[in-house]
């Protein structure tokens, strides 16, 4: 084809990236040493390797040393190693190792680029332009946090060393999330790539090598299931991170289930993207492109559920359809690329085999008419209309290029409809109503939510999930938080409750009979089974008789706390009136549950007095607290404005200890009311009349029926109904450690998040046992991105 | 002179036109585009197009000149299609006619002649689509150009502000007229945009396009006065509305000129037109354009959002003056390997 041919012609023509940096990389490498431990470079202990290949042609890349427990073990005794150091270091020294990986990570980043596009198959401009960059600014961003921790988080401390496993689909990027964070808090860290995409982990870890990072604070070892699961069960690892499928996250949150570590799980998605009748229709096809068409639409936060407005549906299909037909599907180290190769046959095959079984059950499914290169995974963007919710493409994850379209009637349509999934990672809100906008926000049960934009990242913004899409954030402050522990002031070992003899002897025989009921709905009920469970008080007399709640109680008090929106829905100002007017009426109760804790515990009355003293004191906290945890303005380097919101987490589960059980409930409970969650509290399984004491204080003082309630019982029991049921959001349990263990395990249904004592108990009397901790556990971070300018 | 509002006769007259080629398959370009007789200023169809989101814009330029890379001789081909798409301008007040006949004699003959053999490009006249002159040089420039099919364009109507009497500035497009300028660029007041004066910026234009005859009328947004990217797109709908055959950004003397954003928000609206009345608006980006590499953004920015056909100089044109010369460089690299400098390239 001569110039004048062309010159008709105007096609693009190929604009191939440079490979041979890369190629020679690849040829100086002895990936058979491809362990990356205490500084070293070494080979899998058991001398397996596994294949790396390229997507886009399926010729292998590397056969890369295949880790096993043996080698898991050595990663993670040099990390220990390196830990005392490490984490005595100043924040300085680790800002400039932080610093100094950045800017060499910038000395290579072509390099990086290259290599991520051939080992994954993403096209080379997004590498070049979005992965690479993010992952050095993330690096460059948390040196400023590692210096800053004292300032910022005191009272914290790093949790240690850190098990880290990341997915192919953003490789270098994924393992910036990772461990940036984690050195900047003084952890060191054993990190396990996915076996997909080790390269551009290998390339990190010669730059960790040059940049001066100590040795064993970074280990990278590479490897399949095995690798990973002996990373997840070692004692050695205080706290998992782990990116990937929801399948996967479950498997681990049962497996590190009472085992003390702190987890933090970044899991699939199905994420709304909601286009109103006032959007800016173009743009909005442009923020697709971005979604679902980035990185052949394997992302998790992925805008792959499109909801628009009736009226403007067909008007954008129509432009969706043009757009789709000037995508170009090719080889990612084409510079005019916008549609690499996935990431494996594999996936390939999964992607295929959900579009075709969308189709059966309805869907339309539409691909634009374009040719695929002749080898590699390559799938063309697909467009599925007439889905229906029920659809396998509106349920499923297909984590490839693939849109399922709904249309909606109006805005609380469009809400039910986004909301109508178990996962919660993103949403996109398109539209030019700021008001609107705003509105719609804060109703989805989503992590992120982008106004007018779509898959927008930054080192300074928190991302993660709501409900199944997994629980932590990555990225900010909220981000840091994940890396770091608290001091809480530990109390007692709980043992499990004993069913011991029933308590006959009435210590008190002047008053009149009473009964302690359920509170549910914010009304006294008798418990579903109508059993009874005898109280006794310190002395081994009956006390008096409480309901024994049971599983319908649970569920009864889980409806009405999920039916209460008067609550969340309250302002921060109104929860903060009612609880002080409950500190209120408590306080003019006081002398009575003095006598009751005196009586139940064997306290002495002063200082059963001072336990109610101090659980006003902290309802006043809380009280005063309630308009004052806010959020933050993150400032991403874009003109927008991040929104780190706090909500409510939602229905949170409270199992009570029997130590200070007014002020442990209460504790417990004012925190999560205050963030505007509503409760369903278990009280102390021994002492549980003050609950009942307490629920005719909060019958007269203004709680909306269902904020709070109260189903005495069996703790272990209870608890284990709680953590099953998959309507509940939150669950913190203060009992014995298999209580506690069962509970973790158990909330794999639907990933609520909990918060165990691990068998401990806190010294509730301390100051320390309130405040910021407590309110954090009370709150997800909602990152709401609002792009702006006119 | 006449100044009759078409409103009612012909808003209904549109024809059809085949649709938009998909980017990745060239079709061949129908060059004799119907030409726009324009429609009822409709300010519901105003409404519908007026949601322009500054940011995403920005950002889909960002991107848009990522996703594109033209390399090799598909550059030297796109570069040489910039030069097609250039109405060759000279707009200084110290212009003479001795300026004038120099840029038309660079028009008629841009390349050196190592340049076009290397090429292999001997076979086909590539050459800028016009000149564009002020009003006195119309007569010299047709003068310079006859017989080698450039079009000869004059800028009036009080250029560059636009803020005469509309008889005066009428008048004005009739001496360009009848001096022979077959292509009128004109500007509009932009204080109409401000004041929401819909229907009389689009009376104005209706009045400009009567007094151009069978020239073709461009219709300068002056964008960098505009401030916000919905005042372009709804001032490129009333002009289009009012039978614009080309919207314009800028006259060069904002003190902001075309910019990819504002690009975009014309191109949408010319988009949202032959949606609309199935007619193909004409483009031209102004002003600051001096680039080769930024001349491909342009390229790929019409490719991108409008297709094949507006790669034509019917449908696309620089406004450019200096942009020439640096696609010669460009050009000569291209074919020797070396970077080369201004002076080895004849002036305008």
């Known amino acids: 084809m001569n110039i004048l041919d062309r010159y008709h012609a105007m096609e693009y023509g190929p604009a191939p990236e440079a490979r041979n940096e890369a190629d020679a990389w690849l040829a100086g490498r002895d990936f058979g040493k491809a362990l990356f431990i205490g500084g070293d470079w070494k080979a899998a202990s058991g001398g397996k390797t596994f294949d790396t290949s390229e997507p886009s042609s399926g010729k292998l890349l590397a056969k890369v040393s295949d880790a096993n427990a043996v080698d898991i073990d050595a990663a993670v005794a040099a990390a220990t190693k390196a830990l005392p150091k490490w984490a005595a270091s100043t924040g300085y020294q680790r800002a400039k190792v932080l610093y100094a990986i950045g800017r060499a990570m910038q000395r290579h980043q072509r390099l990086f680029a290259v290599l991520e596009s051939i080992d994954n198959g993403k096209p080379i401009r997004e590498s070049r332009d979005i992965d690479v960059p993010l992952a050095i600014r993330h690096f460059i961003h948390h040196a400023g946090w590692a210096q800053a921790l004292d300032r910022d988080f005191p009272g914290h401390k790093g949790v240690g060393v850190v098990g880290q496993i990341i997915p192919w689909n953003f490789p270098l990027l994924m393992l910036a999330w990772k461990i940036a964070p984690a050195l900047a808090a003084g952890c060191t860290v054993v990190l396990k790539p996915a076996e997909f995409t080790p390269l551009t982990a290998i390339l990190f870890a010669e730059i960790c090598e040059r940049a001066g990072v100590p040795k064993g604070v970074v280990n990278i070892v590479h490897g399949g299931p095995e690798a990973g699961a002996a990373i997840v069960n070692h004692a050695g690892i205080q706290k998992i991170a782990f990116t990937g499928s929801s399948e996967v996250g479950k498997i681990i949150r049962k497996a590190t289930a009472g085992s003390g570590k702190k987890l933090s799980l970044e899991l699939g998605g199905k994420s709304a993207f909601i286009v109103f009748e006032d959007a800016d229709l173009d743009s909005a096809v442009e923020g697709l492109v971005d979604g679902i068409w980035f990185n052949q639409g394997q992302v998790c936060c992925a805008g792959s559920r499109l909801l628009v407005q009736e009226g403007i549906a067909d008007a954008l299909i129509a432009k969706v359809k043009t757009r789709m037909s000037r995508l170009r599907v090719g080889s990612p180290l084409d510079k005019n690329t916008d549609i690499g190769p996935l990431v494996d046959a594999t996936q390939l095959d999964r992607v295929k085999g959900l579009v075709a079984e969308g189709a059966r059950q309805g869907a339309v499914c539409w691909q634009p008419d374009a040719a695929l290169p002749a080898s590699g995974y390559y799938h063309l963007p697909t467009l599925a209309t007439g889905v229906s919710p029920a659809n396998i493409l509106a349920q499923e994850e297909v984590f490839g290029p693939v849109l399922a379209t709904m249309t909606f009637r109006n805005t609380e349509e469009a809400i039910e409809l986004a909301n109508n999934t178990r996962y919660g990672l993103a949403a996109s809100v398109w539209s030019e109503n700021v008001n609107l906008a705003l509105h719609v926000a804060p109703q989805l049960k989503a992590g992120v939510v982008w106004v007018n934009g779509t898959n927008m990242f930054d080192a300074a913004c928190g991302f993660g999930g709501y409900r199944e899409s997994g629980f932590g954030r990555e990225g900010g402050r909220e981000g840091m938080f994940e890396y770091l522990t608290a001091k809480l002031p530990l109390g007692a070992v709980i043992k499990p409750a004993v069913v011991s003899a029933q308590p006959v002897e009435q210590s008190d025989g002047d008053s009149i009979d009473r009964t302690a009921k359920l509170f549910i709905g914010g009304k006294q009920v008798r418990p579903d089974g109508n059993y009874s469970l005898a109280v006794a008080t310190a002395k081994g007399k009956l006390a008096g008789e409480v309901g024994l709640g049971s599983r319908k109680d649970i569920r009864d008090a889980v409806s009405a706390a999920r039916a209460c929106k008067a609550w969340p829905e309250a302002t921060a100002y109104n929860r903060s009136q009612v609880l002080y007017y409950l500190a209120e009426n408590l306080s003019g109760r006081a002398g009575e549950f003095a006598v009751r804790l005196s009586e139940l515990t064997g306290a002495t009355p002063k200082a059963a007095r001072e336990e109610v003293e101090q659980s006003i004191e902290r309802l006043f906290l809380y009280a005063g607290l309630a308009d004052k945890f806010e959020g933050r303005v993150h400032q991403p380097p874009a003109r927008a404005v991040t929104l780190a919101l706090h909500e409510p987490v939602g229905v949170v589960g409270i199992v009570a200890p029997d130590n200070s059980p007014l002020l442990g409930l209460i504790s417990l409970v004012a925190p999560a009311l205050a963030m505007g969650n509503t409760v369903v509290a278990v009280p102390s399984e021994r002492h549980p009349l003050l609950a009942t004491d307490l629920y005719q204080v909060i019958e007269y003082s203004d709680v909306p029926a269902g904020a709070i309630n109260i189903v005495t019982g069996r703790t272990a029991e209870l608890a284990g109904v709680l953590a099953k049921h998959d309507d509940v959001d939150g669950l913190w349990v203060f009992a014995d450690a298999e209580t506690c263990a069962k509970a973790e395990a158990e909330s794999i249904g639907n990933l609520k998040r909990v918060w165990s004592g691990n068998g401990r108990s806190l010294d509730w009397a301390s100051d320390e046992a309130a405040g910021d901790v407590f309110l954090r556990r009370a709150i997800e971070v909602k990152n709401v991105w609002v792009p702006y300018g006119d | ?348």
Not at chain 2, 71 to 95: G, I, P, Y
């Open chain 2, 1 to 348: 002179m006449s100044s009759t509002i078409r409103e009612a006769d012909l808003g209904t007259k549109v024809t059809p036109l085949p649709a938009r080629a998909a980017a990745n398959t060239p079709v061949p370009v129908d060059h004799r585009i119907a030409r726009n007789p324009g429609m009822k200023l409709d300010l519901g169809f105003m409404e519908s197009v007026r949601s322009v989101n500054r940011s995403a814009l920005e950002r889909r330029v960002a991107s848009l000149t990522k996703r594109r890379s033209i390399k090799a001789d598909n550059q030297a081909a796109w570069l040489l299609r910039a030069v097609a798409c250039m109405d060759l301008t000279t707009l200084n007040s110290n212009d003479t006619e001795e300026r004038v006949r120099r840029l038309c004699a660079k028009a008629i003959n841009p390349f050196r002649r190592d340049i076009v053999e290397g090429l292999g490009i001997a076979g086909e006249t590539i050459r800028p689509a016009a000149v564009c002159v002020y009003h006195p040089f119309v007569a010299t420039a047709v003068d310079a150009v006859r017989g080698t099919g450039i079009h000869v364009a004059a800028v009036s109507t009080a250029f560059p502000h636009g803020l005469a009497p509309l008889s005066t500035r009428l008048q004005e497009i009739e001496a360009s007229v009848r001096d022979g300028a077959d292509e009128i660029d004109v500007v509009i007041p932009r204080g109409l945009v401000f004041g929401a004066k819909w229907r009389e910026l689009y009376n104005e234009i209706v009045s400009m396009r009567a007094a151009c005859g069978d020239a073709h009328l461009k219709v300068i947004l002056g964008t960098g006065d505009l401030a916000t990217l919905r005042n372009v797109m709804l001032a490129s709908m009333v002009a289009m509305m009012a039978g614009a055959d080309f919207i314009k950004t800028s006259t060069g003397k904002e003190s902001v000129n075309a910019t990819l954003p504002v690009g975009l928000a014309m191109v949408r609206a010319i988009r949202a037109y032959f949606e609309e009345t199935g007619y193909l608006i004409g483009f031209k980006p102004a002003g600051g354009i001096s680039t080769a590499k930024a001349s491909l953004d342009w390229l790929v920015l019409m490719k991108e959002e409008l297709g094949r056909p507006w790669l034509e100089p019917e449908l696309f044109r620089f406004g450019a003056s200096s942009l020439l010369t640096d696609i010669e460089r460009q050009l000569e690299h291209h074919l020797t390997g070396h970077y080369s400098a201004n002076h080895r390239h004849a002036m305008a």
